[in-house]
């Protein structure tokens, strides 16, 4: 089983800055099958990128992903509002798929 | 567009089963592209990949090592529908349930909240 882990915990920004989130996967994740969730509360999570780098339809180009083999990054470019919310990786390489244990974006 | 509507009871006794469905609108449980997942979320577990269906000329599933012994994921193509049994459940597997199609999971239904209690 491929383990995620994902850093930091918890990153706190203001709206405008830059967030930078990590996953680290535990072995090479197969084809670059790495996608990327945002989760609000009470809410399902919501596909932003897959295959590391796709933006999904209708994701914001705010949104990039890039990374390859075992370290991955998403990076919110300048944050908005809606973008404060928990933030999952997930590998789809090989079974089972798993996910990280997420990163918390707050407002500073 | 594509949704998923699910459905099922939100508490279940311990020992019994836990059983979910998940309607398809606006694509096909029997594609040859497609694939359907049941997923669950829980603070102790986060999120947690429990199985898939998917037709390719015949069906198929697999699930994960956690739950592969009391787990069934069928398929209804009559009523475009995916079910989730989980057989013999403890409070450990009490979460939110999500159906979710596809391997990058591109479309989730709304959740069910299910508490394991007698």
């Known amino acids: 089983e491929i383990v995620l882990t994902q850093s930091p915990g918890t990153l706190s920004l203001s709206p405008g800055e830059r967030a930078t989130l990590s996953c680290r996967a535990s072995?090479?994740?197969?084809?670059?099958?790495l996608a990327w969730y945002q989760q609000k509360p009470g809410q399902a999570p919501r596909l932003l990128i897959y295959g590391v780098s796709s933006r999904a339809t209708g994701i914001p180009d705010r949104f990039s992903g890039s990374g390859s083999g075992t370290d991955f990054t998403l990076t919110i470019s300048r944050l908005e509002p809606e973008d404060f919310a928990v933030y999952y990786c997930q590998q789809y390489g090989g079974l089972p798929f798993t996910f990280g244990p997420g990163t918390k974006v707050d407002i500073k | 567009q594509v949704q998923l509507q699910q459905s099922g009871p939100g508490l279940v006794k311990p020992s019994q089963t836990l059983s979910l469905t998940c309607a398809i609108s606006?694509?096909?449980?029997?594609?040859?592209?497609?694939?359907w997942n049941w997923i669950r979320q829980s603070p102790s577990r986060g999120l947690e990949w429990l199985g898939r269906t998917y037709y390719r000329s015949k069906w198929y599933s697999d699930y994960a090592v956690s739950v592969k012994s009391r787990i069934i994921i069928n398929s209804d193509t009559s009523k475009n529908q995916v079910s989730l049994q989980l057989n013999s459940v403890t409070p450990e597997d009490t979460a939110v349930y999500y159906c979710a199609r596809g391997w990058g999971f591109d479309i989730w239904g709304q959740g069910t909240m299910v508490t394991v209690s007698s």
């Open positions: 606006g694509d096909s449980v029997s594609s040859n592209s497609g694939a």
């Open positions: 072995q090479s994740v197969s084809s670059s099958y």
